[in-house]
Protein backbone atom coordinates (compact mmCIF):
# COMPACT_ATOMS: atom_id res chain seq x y z
CA UNK A 1 0.00 0.00 0.00
CA UNK A 2 1.13 3.64 -0.89
CA UNK A 3 -0.99 5.28 1.83
CA UNK A 4 -1.74 9.09 1.16
CA UNK A 5 0.33 9.92 -2.29
CA UNK A 6 0.84 14.00 -2.87
CA UNK A 7 2.61 15.31 -6.14
CA UNK A 8 4.43 17.55 -6.86
CA UNK A 9 6.61 17.41 -4.05
CA UNK A 10 7.77 21.18 -4.81
CA UNK A 11 6.58 24.03 -6.86
CA UNK A 12 7.67 27.24 -7.51
CA UNK A 13 4.42 29.37 -8.79
CA UNK A 14 3.92 33.08 -10.34
CA UNK A 15 1.16 35.35 -8.71
CA UNK A 16 -1.78 34.97 -10.58
CA UNK A 17 -1.06 31.50 -11.87
CA UNK A 18 -3.53 28.85 -11.49
CA UNK A 19 -2.14 25.12 -10.05
CA UNK A 20 -3.44 22.24 -9.05
CA UNK A 21 -2.33 20.02 -5.98
CA UNK A 22 -3.19 16.74 -6.30
CA UNK A 23 -3.82 14.09 -3.59
CA UNK A 24 -4.41 10.32 -3.90
CA UNK A 25 -4.75 7.09 -1.83
CA UNK A 26 -5.70 3.89 -1.61
CA UNK A 27 -6.65 2.80 1.69
CA UNK A 28 -10.18 3.42 0.70
CA UNK A 29 -11.20 5.89 2.69
CA UNK A 30 -14.24 7.86 2.60
CA UNK A 31 -12.72 11.06 4.91
CA UNK A 32 -10.24 13.00 3.29
CA UNK A 33 -8.79 16.68 4.22
CA UNK A 34 -6.44 19.26 3.61
CA UNK A 35 -4.63 21.40 5.46
CA UNK A 36 -1.77 24.08 5.29
CA UNK A 37 1.32 24.64 7.26
CA UNK A 38 3.17 27.92 8.41
CA UNK A 39 5.75 28.38 10.84
CA UNK A 40 4.22 28.90 14.04
CA UNK A 41 0.37 27.85 13.19
CA UNK A 42 0.36 24.51 13.36
CA UNK A 43 -1.77 23.04 10.40
CA UNK A 44 -5.64 25.01 9.54
CA UNK A 45 -7.82 23.22 7.75
CA UNK A 46 -8.55 24.51 4.46
CA UNK A 47 -11.15 21.89 2.84
CA UNK A 48 -12.51 18.35 3.84
CA UNK A 49 -14.29 15.72 1.95
CA UNK A 50 -16.68 12.89 3.93
CA UNK A 51 -16.89 10.91 0.43
CA UNK A 52 -17.21 11.40 -3.09
CA UNK A 53 -19.26 14.32 -4.20
CA UNK A 54 -19.55 15.70 -0.82
CA UNK A 55 -16.97 18.75 0.35
CA UNK A 56 -17.41 21.29 2.28
CA UNK A 57 -14.79 24.51 3.82
CA UNK A 58 -12.62 24.59 6.44
CA UNK A 59 -10.91 27.30 8.49
CA UNK A 60 -8.94 28.79 5.66
CA UNK A 61 -11.08 28.09 2.07
CA UNK A 62 -10.31 31.51 0.79
CA UNK A 63 -8.67 31.46 -2.62
CA UNK A 64 -9.08 27.45 -2.73
CA UNK A 65 -11.31 24.85 -4.45
CA UNK A 66 -11.85 21.37 -4.08
CA UNK A 67 -13.87 18.45 -6.11
CA UNK A 68 -13.67 14.83 -5.28
CA UNK A 69 -15.20 12.88 -7.92
CA UNK A 70 -14.08 9.78 -6.98
CA UNK A 71 -12.80 7.99 -3.27
CA UNK A 72 -9.36 7.92 -4.07
CA UNK A 73 -8.64 11.43 -5.52
CA UNK A 74 -8.83 14.67 -3.76
CA UNK A 75 -7.04 17.67 -5.63
CA UNK A 76 -6.44 21.11 -4.11
CA UNK A 77 -6.66 23.63 -6.75
CA UNK A 78 -5.17 27.45 -6.49
CA UNK A 79 -6.99 29.85 -8.04
CA UNK A 80 -4.95 32.55 -8.48
CA UNK A 81 -1.97 32.11 -6.61
CA UNK A 82 -0.99 34.95 -4.26
CA UNK A 83 2.28 34.62 -1.87
CA UNK A 84 0.20 34.28 0.82
CA UNK A 85 -0.11 31.08 -0.03
CA UNK A 86 3.59 29.88 0.15
CA UNK A 87 3.01 26.78 2.68
CA UNK A 88 3.56 23.57 3.07
CA UNK A 89 0.22 21.36 1.71
CA UNK A 90 -0.64 18.30 3.96
CA UNK A 91 -3.54 15.85 2.47
CA UNK A 92 -4.81 13.45 4.66
CA UNK A 93 -7.15 10.71 4.71
CA UNK A 94 -9.11 8.22 7.62
CA UNK A 95 -11.85 6.02 8.10
CA UNK A 96 -13.59 8.37 10.17
CA UNK A 97 -12.01 11.52 12.04
CA UNK A 98 -12.48 11.27 15.68
CA UNK A 99 -12.07 8.08 16.38
CA UNK A 100 -9.54 6.66 13.73
CA UNK A 101 -6.03 7.77 13.09
CA UNK A 102 -5.15 9.68 9.91
CA UNK A 103 -2.83 9.01 7.47
CA UNK A 104 -0.89 11.90 6.21
CA UNK A 105 1.22 12.64 2.69
CA UNK A 106 4.70 13.78 2.45
CA UNK A 107 2.98 17.74 1.52
CA UNK A 108 3.74 20.08 -1.15
CA UNK A 109 6.12 22.77 -0.20
CA UNK A 110 4.93 25.57 -2.35
CA UNK A 111 6.19 29.00 -3.05
CA UNK A 112 4.96 31.33 -4.83
CA UNK A 113 7.08 34.60 -5.90
CA UNK B 1 -8.51 28.70 15.30
CA UNK B 2 -6.79 26.20 17.19
CA UNK B 3 -8.79 23.77 19.63
CA UNK B 4 -5.76 22.73 21.42
CA UNK B 5 -2.23 24.46 22.49
CA UNK B 6 0.79 22.48 23.19
CA UNK B 7 3.75 23.01 25.35
CA UNK B 8 6.30 24.33 25.64
CA UNK B 9 7.13 25.35 22.13
CA UNK B 10 10.24 23.49 22.58
CA UNK B 11 12.27 21.73 24.38
CA UNK B 12 15.87 20.48 24.12
CA UNK B 13 16.56 17.15 26.52
CA UNK B 14 19.60 14.69 26.37
CA UNK B 15 19.49 10.81 24.92
CA UNK B 16 18.08 9.04 28.09
CA UNK B 17 15.87 12.08 29.45
CA UNK B 18 12.36 11.97 29.90
CA UNK B 19 10.58 14.36 27.54
CA UNK B 20 7.43 15.64 27.96
CA UNK B 21 4.62 17.58 26.61
CA UNK B 22 1.51 19.23 26.91
CA UNK B 23 -1.52 19.61 25.63
CA UNK B 24 -4.78 21.60 26.45
CA UNK B 25 -7.64 21.92 24.58
CA UNK B 26 -10.93 24.56 25.01
CA UNK B 27 -14.36 22.09 24.88
CA UNK B 28 -15.34 19.02 25.27
CA UNK B 29 -14.15 16.15 23.09
CA UNK B 30 -14.66 12.78 22.42
CA UNK B 31 -10.85 11.81 22.22
CA UNK B 32 -7.15 12.95 21.91
CA UNK B 33 -4.76 11.97 19.14
CA UNK B 34 -0.97 12.83 19.30
CA UNK B 35 1.14 12.90 16.15
CA UNK B 36 4.97 13.25 15.18
CA UNK B 37 6.48 14.69 12.60
CA UNK B 38 10.13 14.52 11.11
CA UNK B 39 11.59 17.39 9.48
CA UNK B 40 10.41 17.68 5.60
CA UNK B 41 7.62 14.72 6.06
CA UNK B 42 3.96 14.32 6.92
CA UNK B 43 2.45 13.26 10.18
CA UNK B 44 2.61 10.35 11.73
CA UNK B 45 -0.15 9.24 14.26
CA UNK B 46 0.61 7.83 17.55
CA UNK B 47 -1.78 7.28 19.78
CA UNK B 48 -5.27 7.55 20.40
CA UNK B 49 -7.17 8.38 24.08
CA UNK B 50 -10.79 8.53 24.38
CA UNK B 51 -12.14 10.62 26.64
CA UNK B 52 -13.24 7.83 28.89
CA UNK B 53 -9.91 6.48 29.50
CA UNK B 54 -7.14 8.60 31.51
CA UNK B 55 -4.00 6.53 30.67
CA UNK B 56 -2.62 4.54 27.87
CA UNK B 57 0.88 3.26 26.61
CA UNK B 58 2.54 2.14 23.58
CA UNK B 59 6.24 0.98 23.51
CA UNK B 60 7.74 3.99 25.35
CA UNK B 61 5.06 6.49 24.74
CA UNK B 62 2.60 7.49 27.92
CA UNK B 63 -0.74 9.69 27.03
CA UNK B 64 -2.73 10.92 29.65
CA UNK B 65 -5.93 12.62 29.87
CA UNK B 66 -7.65 15.03 32.36
CA UNK B 67 -10.99 16.23 31.00
CA UNK B 68 -11.73 18.32 34.11
CA UNK B 69 -8.38 20.22 33.55
CA UNK B 70 -8.77 19.73 29.38
CA UNK B 71 -5.68 18.55 29.28
CA UNK B 72 -3.38 15.79 28.48
CA UNK B 73 -0.12 15.39 28.21
CA UNK B 74 2.92 12.84 26.35
CA UNK B 75 5.65 11.44 28.06
CA UNK B 76 8.20 9.82 25.87
CA UNK B 77 10.71 7.86 28.18
CA UNK B 78 14.39 7.11 27.79
CA UNK B 79 14.71 9.51 24.79
CA UNK B 80 16.67 8.96 21.84
CA UNK B 81 17.96 10.94 19.01
CA UNK B 82 15.33 9.42 16.47
CA UNK B 83 13.03 10.90 19.13
CA UNK B 84 13.32 14.41 17.26
CA UNK B 85 10.58 15.64 16.13
CA UNK B 86 7.81 18.26 16.52
CA UNK B 87 4.88 17.05 18.36
CA UNK B 88 1.18 17.65 17.73
CA UNK B 89 -1.77 16.76 19.86
CA UNK B 90 -5.59 17.23 18.16
CA UNK B 91 -9.27 16.76 18.97
CA UNK B 92 -12.18 15.40 17.99
CA UNK B 93 -14.81 17.54 18.66
CA UNK B 94 -18.55 15.03 20.27
CA UNK B 95 -21.20 14.63 18.15
CA UNK B 96 -19.48 15.77 15.24
CA UNK B 97 -17.98 12.56 13.69
CA UNK B 98 -18.22 14.35 10.24
CA UNK B 99 -15.61 17.50 10.94
CA UNK B 100 -11.70 16.77 10.53
CA UNK B 101 -9.61 16.84 13.67
CA UNK B 102 -8.16 20.43 15.17
CA UNK B 103 -4.51 20.31 15.40
CA UNK B 104 -2.46 22.41 17.99
CA UNK B 105 0.67 24.32 16.89
CA UNK B 106 3.02 21.90 18.09
CA UNK B 107 6.03 20.87 20.44
CA UNK B 108 9.70 20.69 18.83
CA UNK B 109 11.56 17.91 20.61
CA UNK B 110 15.60 18.11 19.96
CA UNK B 111 16.98 15.02 21.61
CA UNK B 112 20.68 15.87 21.83
CA UNK B 113 23.13 12.86 21.79
Known amino acids: NAGVTQTPKFQVLKTGQSMTLQCAQD?????MSWYRQDPGMGLRLIHYSVGAGITDQGEVPNGYNVSRSTTEDFPLRLLSAAPSQTSVYFCASTYRWGTQPQHFGDGTRLSIL | SQQGEEDPQALSIQEGENATMNCSYK?????LQWYRQNSGRGLVHLILIRSNEREKHSGRLRVTLDTSKKSSSLLITASRAADTASYFC?????????????FGKGTRLSVIA
Open chain 1, 27 to 31: MNHEY
Open chain 2, 90 to 102: ATGLPFSGNTPLV
Open chain 2, 27 to 31: TSINN
